[in-house]
Structures are given as structure tokens and as C-alpha cells.
């Protein structure tokens, strides 16, 4: 930034949607110089006025420029490569050489465009490496993959470069496992690993700040921590590095890139596309079973659950006084009708692995002003107690999702709620998510497309459950019960957790997300 005024001491200026900030010339009217990191692509601009001794200051003046995306990595691996391979194939940079302990063909994270990845068995032999140095360390760099341990007892590399460069790996610790990343001796670690889950761990150092930091799961975690490294000559090494013991586990897409990855581009590097599981719109059910849209398992009909269908438009009775009034569905053609006694419907076999992320989805309009007591709209039932258990608690006047934490009679229940009143018929209903996160460990209850902090909780221990999905009832003893009085319209179920802004058009229509 530079006026041709001679008296300006100071540039007041701003990005745009950030805040101002000010830069002062080393002496009266000179240049400003700032540094500026772009956080996405895209049209942005700068404004800048400049300011003299006493205040005044000049018309503002904009300057509009486009930032391009980030460059792509300077070296990956998928270790997609066929079994039986010696080398994976480089994407970019130089094919790694395998040791023998790598096994190509290894399970590939769900979601996330992987067809398999490479089993690393911990030996010696267990690395693969393009015997040259991936990146600058002296300098702005990161590296990025996907990860399954088999173990968490001891310490272990990912990735590494230089006997004092750079290690991401996991550490065991004293108080439990966490992920690692380690520039010159300075660590910043943060995250719990789970032997047998996939977590996308990134560690990054940015040379221009000076510091270190961690994102596990697409979210930063631990404290950014400062360092100073040097260059380093030694070569990469997935799966292996100085001190600690070789990967056992899975690894998959291994990234490495010479600038900052910023924040947005780790939430998208660690994204597993949710998969659609089941969706019904119950517009039909013939022999009492209503069909799955995507091809699935169906819904089977329970004593007392029927179709309803709107009108067909084949009589008008604005126009014809004999024509019956027809009301319409909730969505599409036609919904779900359930007595609040005996009524429900259920898949065959358990549909969502609750033990993982998964999102569910109902629309669901209550028949009674003044429900008598709790009712269950969704469930899906482990051997003594229901894995998760969306319902209308009349008490409190809130739609209320409820995880056991255990699989016993009595366990102890996390619960989550979104005040509002009962339908009592009336209106389209409401549209209620669920959004277990295994990554995160979160649970969330959206209604209408929204959450918020009271129907928001941690919870970090999912488990899996055996049972059927339950539509209009749940566990309740040792049997069935708080039985839906009401109607019930498109059921989705996703493996994985949907984002926010896929939650506000779930169950709008017929359609499932094309999140």
C-alpha cells in the first residue's frame, strides 16, 4: 500500500467479510507492506484509506483480485495399487518402493472415493519410500493421510522425512493414545485413536508463522506449537520413522503438499460421503410392504399401520358436493398412518451401523394436541435396550433423541432435545435428523433443518446394535411400546454424517440428498 501523500502515517484496511486492521509505513508517507493468507478461492478484495498526521483520511479505494486454488500436492500415493505390487504408483512426485511388509488390497475407508489401501504389519519392512525427500522442512509444508491402526500400545509412524525433520504418527502416552505430529522436537498431538477405525490425520508447519499443528478428522485439535526446523536430506518414509516403531495398520492417500492446507481443504480432505442406506417415501405398500426407493430392504407394515394417499385429483369437490375431501400427504402421494396402539413398521435386520456415523431422517406430523405420553418415531434396538431412540416427550413439550450407553436395562442415556409443541393434526409436520459422528463424537438432533447447543452432546462411545429399524415404536422394559398416535412420511438412512447445510433439505421432497 503506498499514497502519494507525503504526511500519511497510517493504512486502515480490510478483506473482504474480515475485520479492519491497520499498517503503518516505517516512516511518514511511505509503503505498507501486509501478508495476507487467502482461507478459499474465489473473487475477493481489499480496501484501503490511507490516514495523515492529523486524521484525516483519504476516499476509500478497492482493489478486486481472484485467488486461485491451492497447488496440488507435491507428492501422493493412493496405495491403491493391485496386490502382489512391489512399488506404489505416484499420482504426483516419484513411485514409493515397498518394503515386504506391505500388503497391497488392504479395506479402504468408506465414503471417500478409495477402492482399497496398503496393510503395513509393523516389521521392519513395513514402509514404502521414493528413497528422496517429499518436501522442503526448512520451509511451509504438510502431509496428510488416511490411517487405520491395529493397535494404539505403542508408538508409530505414518510419515516421516529426516531423523529430526518431520514424524506424523501416533504416541502412545502415558494417559492414552493420541495423534502426533513432531517438527524438530516439538510435538503437538491431540485426538484419541481407536484401533480398528479410520481417522485422516494432516499435520501441517507453516515456515511464515512458525508453527505447528494438527488436524485430525478434519478438525484442528492440540495446541499449535513453535519450531524451527532445518532442511533435511533424508528421504521420505511412509510407515516408518527415527525413534518409534514401524505402522501397523492400514494406510491410504498419502498427501504432501509445499504450502499451508488450510482449514476448509482438511474438513474436505477428511470427508466420507455419506452412502444412502434406505429410503422410504410410503406412497404404496402392497401386501403391507412398502418398498425401499433405492432399491433396499423394505418397510414391513405392523398390525394397525396403513397408507394413507392424498387426492388424485379424479373429483374436485370445490366443484362436485358428492367428491369426499382428501387430505393431502405430507410428502409426495401419500405418508404412513400409525394408531398409536398396536402400529409400526420395521425393516428385517438391522439396517445402520450405530457403532460408526450414521444420519437418519423422518418427516412426522403428531395426531394429538395433547399426547398422554412419550411416543417413538424412530428406533433401532440392540439385545436389551434400543441403540438410539428419536420420540415426543409431552412432559417437556420437546422432540428428544435418546442414546443408551450401553446395551443393559437401566444404562445410563445421553439426551438431546428441540422444544415444540404437538401438531394435533394440524400443518406439514416437522422434519427431525439425527447425526451420530463417530469422528467428532457428537450427536446431534436437528429440527426443521436446524440445531442447536441444547440438542447437541458429546457422546464417545457408540455401539453397535443387531435389531431392526423400528418406525413408530420403541423398546420400553422388556418389550414394546411408546407407540406413535400419528403420521410418518420419508424415512432416510445414511451411513455417515451429513453436513448442516445437506440436514435443511432432507425429506423437502421425494428426492434423497445428493450430498
Not at 273 to 298: M, R
Not at 334 to 359: I, P, V, W
Not at 441 to 457: E, F, M, P
Not at 466 to 491: A, I, M, T
Request: proline content about 6%.
Amino acid at each position: 500500500m503506498d499514497s502519494p501523500s507525503p504526511d500519511v502515517v497510517e493504512y486502515r484496511y480490510n478483506f473482504i467479510s474480515g475485520p479492519y486492521a491497520t499498517a503503518r509505513p516505517d516512516e511518514p508517507g511511505g509503503p505498507a507492506t501486509i501478508r495476507f493468507l487467502p482461507l478459499r478461492s474465489g473473487t475477493d478484495y481489499l480496501t484501503v484509506r490511507a490516514i495523515d498526521r492529523s486524521g484525516r483520511s483519504s476516499s476509500t479505494t478497492t482493489y478486486w483480485f481472484r485467488v486461485q486454488s491451492g497447488r496440488a500436492p507435491v507428492a501422493q500415493w493412493k496405495l491403491t495399487d493391485a496386490a502382489g505390487a512391489t512399488s506404489a504408483d505416484a499420482e504426483s512426485g516419484t513411485d514409493a518402493r515397498a518394503g515386504s511388509g506391505v500388503t497391497f488390497g488392504a479395506t479402504a475407508p468408506a465414503g471417500t472415493g478409495l477402492t482399497t489401501t496398503a496393510h503395513l504389519d509393523g516389521g521392519d519392512q513395513a514402509f514404502l519410500t521414493p528413497d528422496a525427500p517429499a518436501v522442503d522442512t526448512d520451509g511451509t509444508f504438510a502431509v496428510g493421510a488416511w490411517v487405520r491402526p491395529e493397535r494404539t500400545d505403542r508408538d508409530m509412524a505414518v510419515a516421516s522425512q529426516g531423523s529430526d525433520g518431520a514424524t506424523l504418527g501416533l504416541r502412545a502416552g502415558d494417559a492414552g493414545p493420541v495423534w502426533s505430529f513432531t517438527v524438530a522436537g516439538q510435538e503437538v498431538s491431540g485426538g484419541v485413536p481407536e484401533s480398528g477405525e479410520w481417522a485422516y490425520v494432516l499435520g501441517l508447519y507453516d515456515a511464515e508463522t512458525g508453527t505447528a499443528q494438527l488436524y485430525v478428522n478434519g478438525y484442528e485439535t492440540g495446541t499449535k506449537t513453535q519450531a524451527a526446523p532445518a532442511e533435511t536430506t533424508g528421504a521420505f518414509r511412509i510407515g516408518q520413522g527415527a525413534g518409534v516403531s514401524a505402522w501397523q495398520g492400514d494406510i491410504g492417500d498419502v498427501r504432501a503438499y509445499d504450502r499451508v492446507v488450510v482449514p476448509a481443504e482438511a474438513t474436505e480432505l477428511a470427508r466420507q460421503k455419506p452412502q444412502l442406506l434406505g429410503h422410504w417415501s410410503l406412497e404404496t405398500a402392497s401386501d403391507g410392504v412398502s418398498p425401499d426407493q433405492s432399491g433396499g430392504v423394505p418397510l414391513k407394515l405392523g398390525a394397525g399401520a396403513v397408507i394413507h394417499r392424498g387426492p388424485d385429483n379424479s373429483c374436485l369437490p370445490d366443484i362436485d358436493p358428492d367428491c369426499p375431501v382428501v387430505p393431502y400427504a405430507l410428502v409426495g402421494d401419500g405418508h404412513l398412518q400409525l394408531d398409536g396402539e398396536t402400529a409400526y413398521a420395521a425393516t428385517d435386520a438391522a439396517l445402520l451401523d450405530t457403532a460408526d456415523s450414521f444420519t437418519i431422517g423422518v418427516v412426522v406430523r403428531l395426531t394429538d394436541s395433547e399426547p398422554s405420553g412419550p411416543m417413538t418415531v424412530l428406533s433401532q434396538a440392540g439385545e436389551h435396550t434400543d441403540a438410539f431412540k428419536v420420540r415426543y416427550d409431552p412432559s417437556t413439550y420437546s422432540w428428544q433423541l435418546v442414546m443408551p450407553e450401553k446395551d443393559e436395562a437401566g444404562a445410563a442415556e445421553t439426551v438431546v432435545s428441540q422444544i415444540t409443541g404437538a401438531d394435533g393434526g394440524e400443518g406439514q409436520g416437522h422434519h427431525l435428523a439425527v447425526v451420530y459422528d463417530d469422528a467428532t463424537d457428537r450427536i446431534k438432533l436437528y429440527l426443521d433443518g436446524y440445531t442447536n447447543a441444547g440438542a447437541t452432546a458429546s457422546f464417545p462411545n457408540g455401539r453397535h446394535s443387531s435389531g431392526p429399524l423400528q418406525v413408530g415404536r420403541g423398546h420400553v422394559g422388556d418389550g414394546w411400546g411408546e407407540y406413535l398416535h400419528g403420521d410418518v412420511d420419508e424415512v432416510q438412512a445414511y451411513s455417515g454424517a451429513l453436513r448442516d447445510r445437506d440436514i435443511i433439505g432432507l425429506g423437502s421432497g421425494t428426492d434423497p440428498c445428493l450430498c
